[in-house]
C-alpha cells in the first residue's frame, strides 16, 4: 500500500471513529500526511477545550493505551498537547489500516 492510499484509508477511519463532519479534501501536490496531522490536531484541539470525556471516550474506543494517553496529557508541552494526541490516533488508525489490509483475502 502506497503512502497516499494509507493516508487517505487513514484519514476515512479517524472520520468515521472521531464521527466528524468537517470534510478534508486532499490536494494534489500537497503533503497529504501534513495536511491531515494539521486538520486532526484542529479537532483535538477544539475536544480538549470543550468536551475532554468525549476525547478520552474516542482514544479509549480507537485504542490508544491510557498510560500512553496519561503520559502524553502530562509531559507534552502546553502547545503540544493536541498535536501530540493527534499523532497518537494517526498512528494507531495507520496500524489498523496496514493490518486489515494484510488480512483481506
Known amino acids: 500500500m502506497d503512502e497516499?492510499?494509507?493516508?487517505?484509508?487513514?484519514?476515512?477511519?479517524?472520520?468515521?471513529?472521531?464521527?466528524l463532519e468537517e470534510h478534508l479534501d486532499f490536494k494534489e501536490g500537497e503533503n497529504e500526511a501534513d495536511r491531515l496531522e494539521?486538520?486532526?490536531t484542529k479537532q483535538v484541539n477544539y475536544l480538549l477545550d470543550?468536551?475532554?470525556?468525549?476525547?478520552?471516550?474516542?482514544?479509549y474506543r480507537?485504542?490508544?493505551p491510557e498510560n500512553k494517553v496519561k503520559a502524553l496529557?502530562?509531559?507534552?508541552?502546553?502547545?503540544?498537547?493536541?498535536?501530540?494526541?493527534?499523532?497518537?490516533?494517526?498512528?494507531?488508525?495507520?496500524?489498523k489500516v496496514i493490518t486489515r489490509q494484510q488480512y483481506q483475502p
Open 50 to 59: 470543550h468536551d475532554f470525556n468525549r476525547l478520552l471516550n474516542i482514544l
Open 4 to 19: 497516499v492510499t494509507l493516508v487517505r484509508s487513514s484519514y476515512q477511519l479517524i472520520r468515521k471513529d472521531l464521527g
Open 62 to 64: 480507537i485504542d490508544i
Open 73 to 95: 496529557l502530562q509531559k507534552s508541552a502546553q502547545g503540544e498537547i493536541a498535536r501530540n494526541l493527534a499523532l497518537a490516533i494517526i498512528k494507531r488508525e495507520r496500524q
Open 38 to 40: 494539521d486538520f486532526l
